[in-house]
């Protein structure tokens, strides 16, 4: 059994242990552990997503008549059906001086709005958009950084019952296009450009490139984040922000009453094989979803302070927003993490007191790399909990956070994903943090490991299935009025039961370990291995600074190809790709030593920041990659082309 690593110390002040409380009262059961609270949270959906409504305190004009028609229907179960409510309005239910949202930039001072002050600005942009014709169900797009103003528009469009989608402004022109096209936007928010990593970027040309090219488009308005940078060479008719709004005349804000499964969010697939999916989340499954979630797994609450190192073109930064459901105080920051030193996001804990920080598992291990000590130089007494997502946080990661950040705090490893805008598993304020693992499943979430069999055996990796409905399951895929794309994507595997594409194993106490993606696992000799086992051990060596493992066909098997990236001045010697084979095998097995390590001098990433296995299997197997607009570094996959060791 993995080390236990952190124990909770008061689990009675929890707002899970509260919810435990709240369904023995009222269902007259008699739980007391966190596993008979999950388990009937399977076997009575229907009953727990009551519950869930009722503890979080849903805003709603009218409530629901039924909970779910059938929980065994993927895809089409209906929830909450005759319910009527707003998102917008849930997440503006406090009008008071408590600080709803503190931003901060590269060089640019800490700006921060209150509820009242944040009220009021939704109020006034959803008045101008009203007035300029926006209608429920038309489409406001984002191509913005991670500032106040994006959730401002988002919460205005919503109000509306428009419907929202974002990019963040590293996108390319055409990884832009090939998202916004789909879904034919009425109104484009921008702004005229960014800072990263002390530098500025212009967006006039990437703006001309896309509105020349959106046929849509009947207004753009333009956020002068960027001092010295003009707008007037944009095409199109454009205004400023301040134009399209007025300050002095608005309409009161009018919150329109929808059904719970009215759509909210468009989201999209990576697009690292073909054209993105452009997936449909509903208001109330995402409220509800984000609510069970961060009341209870999280342990939320109004006082704290909530983090996470996000863009606005990846789901955690529709994650965080919804904190304000909940009143907390949610902390924005746009740039690199590592501007101007490596310490600066664990500077802005300190300096924002912040409770509750979410970032990646690539950050924590890039962290842990260059030996930033946060223990030692920051005061962290406020931070409570560690958030990691986007990929397998390993066991050293682990040891890294409760060594050299802080020894108190709960890492909750969290896993989910864009396609239900939410986690299947996560953390858990009552029970442990053990070393390598993800605390429990999520609420609701009928999370199982199946083997080729399609059985689920504790102890034993497998395929991660959810068996039952759930209520932030994408509505519909945009532009696929038969449903046969959303269909392939999640049901064709197993019928009936959601198939994921992760690799993971559920052990006795219901922790989880991940590791990796399913059409990544490598396949040597007919066995599965899961890339996260390998990168596990590759990323104990400081010789290495990134690497990605791939299978390549080999006459009728496959063989395992380790690249790795090399620290600097470093070498791969002998003796290095000798410690590196003896290692996995001894911290693995046999099957897992690749038959070949080659050195590379670049990794490819998505612009969201995952490793892109795929993509490089791909071409060394003599594939096509058809899409490299995802990729943050596109150029990266060149190096993987035509490799002369690979051809022995």
Not at 421 to 431: D, E, H, K, Q, R
Not at 455 to 465: D, R, T
Not at 482 to 492: D, I, L, N, P, T
Not at 588 to 607: F, N
Request: proline share 4%; aromatic share 12%.
């Amino acid at each position: 059994m993995s080390k236990i690593l952190w124990k909770p110390q008061s689990v009675k002040s929890t707002n899970m242990y509260q919810f435990i409380d709240y369904v023995n009262k009222s269902n007259k059961t008699s739980f007391v552990s966190y596993d008979e609270l999950y388990t009937w949270s399977i076997n009575n959906a229907s009953d727990f997503w009551s519950a869930m409504w009722s503890f979080s305190d849903l805003i709603y004009s009218k409530n629901y008549l039924e909970v779910v028609d059938d929980i065994n229907k993927m895809p089409g179960a209906k929830w909450f059906s005759g319910s009527r409510l707003n998102f917008s309005e849930n997440l503006l239910r406090y009008k008071d001086d408590k600080i709803a949202i503190q931003f901060k930039g590269e060089d640019i001072s800490v700006r921060t709005l209150t509820y009242k002050e944040l009220y009021q600005e939704v109020e006034i942009l959803a008045s101008a958009f009203r007035k300029n014709g926006l209608k429920k169900g038309d489409r406001v797009v984002g191509f913005l950084p991670n500032i106040p103003e994006t959730i401002i528009a988002m919460l205005a469009t919503a109000s509306i019952g428009a419907i929202w989608s974002s990019c963040s402004p590293d996108f390319g022109i055409k990884g832009v296009l090939d998202r916004f096209k789909q879904i034919k936007p009425k109104f484009l928010i921008s702004t005229n450009g960014y800072r990263y990593n002390g530098k500025v970027f212009d967006l006039t040309k990437k703006l001309n490139g896309i509105l020349g090219d959106l046929d849509s488009l009947e207004q753009v308005i333009i956020i002068p984040f960027v001092n010295d940078i003009s707008n007037k060479s944009i095409k199109n008719e454009t205004c400023y922000y301040d134009d399209f709004i007025n300050r002095n005349i608005f309409d009161s804000l009018v919150f329109e009453q929808l059904p719970f499964d009215h759509p909210l969010y468009i989201m999209y697939s990576s697009g690292t094989t073909g054209l993105p999916k452009s997936i449909v989340h509903s208001a109330g499954g995402t409220l509800i979803q984000h609510l069970k979630e961060l009341m209870l797994h999280v342990d939320l609450n109004r006082d704290d302070s909530i983090f996470y190192f996000t863009t606005c073109g990846w789901m955690m930064w529709n994650w965080l927003v919804s904190s304000l459901a909940i009143g907390s105080t949610i902390v924005l920051y746009d740039g690199s993490p590592f501007y101007p030193n490596s310490s600066s996001l664990w500077k802005l804990a300190e300096d924002l007191q912040i409770s509750i920080f979410g970032t990646s598992a690539k950050y924590i291990s890039a962290c842990q790399e260059a030996k930033v000590k946060p223990a030692q130089n920051q005061n962290l007494d406020h931070l409570r909990v560690v958030l990691s997502t986007g990929s397998p946080l390993v066991e050293e990661n682990f040891d890294y956070i409760y060594n050299d950040v802080k020894n108190d705090v709960m890492l909750s490893s969290i896993s989910g994903g864009t396609d239900l805008i939410s986690c299947f598993a996560l953390g858990n304020p009552t029970l442990p943090v053990y070393r390598g693992e993800i605390q429990c499943r999520g609420l609701g979430m009928a999370v199982e490991s199946y083997d080729t069999n399609g059985n689920f055996h504790y102890n034993q990796k497998g395929e991660l299935v959810c068996k039952i409905a759930f209520p932030s399951m994408p509505i519909y895929f945009w532009n696929d009025e038969s449903g046969e794309k959303y269909y392939q994507a999640y049901f064709s595997t197993y019928p009936d039961i959601w198939y994921h594409g992760d690799y993971i194993l559920i052990n006795n106490h219901g922790g989880i370990i991940i590791y990796g993606r399913s059409d990544a696992t490598l396949n040597p000799g007919g066995v599965r291995i899961g890339t996260a086992e390998i990168y596990r051990v590759v990323d104990n060596f400081s010789e290495v600074s990134d690497s990605l493992v791939v299978g390549q066909e080999w006459g009728e098997d496959e063989r395992i190809i380790l690249f790795v990236k090399l620290a600097s001045n470093q070498k791969l010697s002998d003796k290095l790709i000798n410690d590196i084979k003896f290692s996995i095998k001894k911290s693995c097995s046999p099957r897992h030593v690749p038959a070949k390590i080659l050195m590379v001098d670049d990794i490819p990433y998505t612009i969201s920041g995952k490793k892109v296995e795929i993509a490089v299997k791909k071409i060394i197997n003599g594939e096509e990659v058809k899409n490299k607009d995802a990729l943050s570094n596109p150029q990266s996959l060149k190096l993987y082309r035509d490799i002369k060791d690979l051809q022995q």
